[in-house]
């Protein structure tokens, strides 16, 4: 059994890994407290892009609205005197534009960015997003 200190920092981050949601207090003080749970391996891990963050190499996810849908599409990011490859070259649904990425990610250990446009929020269910 772990000690109310470290308890509540695990419920914490386990609170921020699945996006801040309200009412999920009590729900993430028990998960806590079993030591099985990573609450820093709670689902995929993503990082926010921003402008020139992601160097040559690098699988960009950005999610943007479409009518009243969030679309989605992955480019991995060129050398800077090259165009940006874009897979498969079509819009598609968040969860796929996830998959994708993670298909053409393979072994590698290279992080994942995501950029959010139009308003886009992000959503837990995706996994948890850096900043």
């Known amino acids: 059994m772990i000690d109310e200190e470290t308890r ?3 419920a914490y981050r386990i609170w921020e890994s699945e996006g801040r949601p309200e009412g999920q ?3 993430h003080w028990y998960r806590a407290d079993d030591e099985t ?3 820093a391996q709670d689902g995929r891990e993503y990082i926010r892009y921003s ?7 690098s699988l960009i996810i950005k999610l943007y609205r479409s ?3 969030i679309r989605g599409y992955v480019r991995k990011v060129a050398e800077s005197d090259l165009d940006d490859t874009v ?3 079509e819009e598609m649904e968040p969860e796929a534009a996830f998959k994708l990425a993670e298909s053409h990610r ?3 250990t290279s992080p994942v960015f995501v950029e959010l446009v139009e308003d886009v929020e992000w959503d837990p269910s995706w996994g948890h997003l850096s900043y």
């Open 8 to 10: 509540r920092i695990r």
């Open 25 to 27: 207090d009590l729900a």
């Open 37 to 39: 749970v990573d609450p």
């Open 51 to 57: 402008h020139g963050a992601a160097p040559a190499g």
């Open 67 to 69: 009518g009243n849908q």
């Open 87 to 89: 897979y498969p070259g």
């Open 106 to 108: 393979g072994n590698s």
